[in-house]
């Protein structure tokens, strides 16, 4: 008995130590709506903490909230920072109110925010500030992207390759999403004024999904638009994107333009992707944190927002151009009118467009007419 008493005693002693040895994680990631392999928004950024922690031997780790809420948001960066977290990034829009409490709640703490800065800001159904304000505190790195850009990139570049019936499929009615949508229409317009089209002989379907994960009923959605003529379908969904590659896969001649990152890999359907730079910016951003003598330590800034645009490489198309099926865009037309947006050759309109006012009257419509489905 005696025996078995310091047997237990050793045995306790072990288990004490090895949880205070529990194994501290520096750089956490939290993810937002859907998964880490989303092929998407949060792979991208995942796929840049990644990068940069294993080059520079720093432990990592992400954490999925239980649900889409601002206080599950928050439980999960309290786990990170109890899992020793010392720099925590957080990719999309739904993180800003968190971000503003966690700002003042761990000040020690660093935190990348992706697509928005932080504040705890009420609107009504108009859109109209009612309380709240927007503060982002030194700890804070608040990262944008110019998704009208790259939006307006993938849209001029399947009409130049000769595509007529487009859609646009967005996950949520969030900026980050609103953006591509509005540049996709404005970059078909650009390059159908460029080839003298006739006024409305683009068609653009437009609606916003409601989520950001594949569902068999969106998969149904976008074989009912193939079937109705239209031949590629813009998917800013994240993981969504692979309902329509499945409905597209079924059928001829129907394809996808991917989002956030390259998807090519996703689906033989996918012909281009409208790309933000998250991986590369994670990684610029983390260099400065970590370097002071960093080489982007003006680009990132603690407690400002910077926006990531065509200027500094932040949105592109993929350059290998090969899977345009008509063969019509080149990769010329490509470098020319990115340099036109690089150089602020092109304004995009950004506006949010007033409830009831169509697309043609908002964006000044010539040759592409849009229709909203509800």
């Given at each position: 008995m005696k025996k078995l008493f310091i047997l237990l005693f050793f045995v306790s002693i072990v288990a004490i130590v090895s949880g205070c040895k529990a194994k501290k994680y520096e750089i956490a990631m939290i993810?937002?709506?859907?998964?880490?392999?989303?092929k998407s928004f949060n792979q991208g950024t995942w796929e840049g903490v990644k990068k940069y922690a294993t080059e520079h031997n720093i432990s990592h780790k992400y954490y999925k909230p239980k649900a889409k809420s601002t206080q599950d948001y928050l439980n999960a960066i309290d786990l990170a920072v109890k899992g020793g977290a010392k720099v925590v990034v957080t990719p999309g829009f739904l993180f800003e109110p968190?971000?503003?409490?966690?700002?003042?709640?761990?000040?020690?703490?660093?935190f990348i925010l992706i697509d928005g800065s932080p504040n705890n800001l009420v609107f009504d159904d108009n859109g109209n500030v009612v309380s709240g304000e927007a503060r982002i505190e030194d700890n804070v790195y608040s990262i944008f992207y110019a998704e009208q850009e790259s939006g307006f990139l993938a849209g001029y570049a399947v009409v130049k390759d000769g595509f007529k019936n487009l859609g646009f499929m967005g996950g949520m009615a969030v900026p980050a999403v609103v953006r591509f949508g509005y540049g996709f229409v404005q970059g078909?317009?650009?390059?159908?004024?460029e080839m003298e089209l006739a006024d409305d002989s683009i068609?653009?379907?437009?609606?916003?999904?409601?989520?950001?994960?594949?569902r068999p009923e969106f998969q149904t959605m976008a074989a009912a638009w193939y079937n109705d003529g239209i031949e590629v379908i813009f998917v800013a969904a994240g993981g969504a994107g692979g309902s329509a590659m499945k409905a597209a896969e079924s059928l001829q001649n129907k394809y996808v333009i991917g989002v956030d990152v390259d998807q090519s890999n996703e689906s033989v359907t996918v012909i281009?992707?409208?790309?933000?730079?998250?991986?590369?910016?994670v990684i610029q951003c983390l260099s400065v944190i970590y370097d002071e003598n960093s080489e982007y330590k003006d680009l990132f800034v603690k407690g400002?927002?910077?926006?990531?645009?065509?200027?500094?490489n932040g949105v592109a198309l993929p350059e290998d151009l090969s899977r345009f099926p008509n063969k019509n865009f080149t990769a010329n037309e490509y470098q020319s009118i990115f340099n036109r947006l690089k150089n602020d050759e092109i304004t995009i309109n950004t506006q949010a467009k007033p409830a009831g006012v169509d697309f043609k009257t908002h964006f000044g419509l010539e040759k592409v007419s849009v229709t909203e489905v509800a």
């Open positions: 993810t937002d709506v859907g998964t880490i392999d989303d968190a971000i503003y409490e966690a700002q003042d709640k761990y000040p020690d703490v660093t078909a317009e650009f390059a159908a004024k068609s653009i379907r437009y609606h916003y999904l409601g989520a950001f994960e594949p281009t992707s409208a790309i933000k730079g998250l991986a590369n910016s400002t927002s910077v926006t990531l645009d065509a200027t500094n």
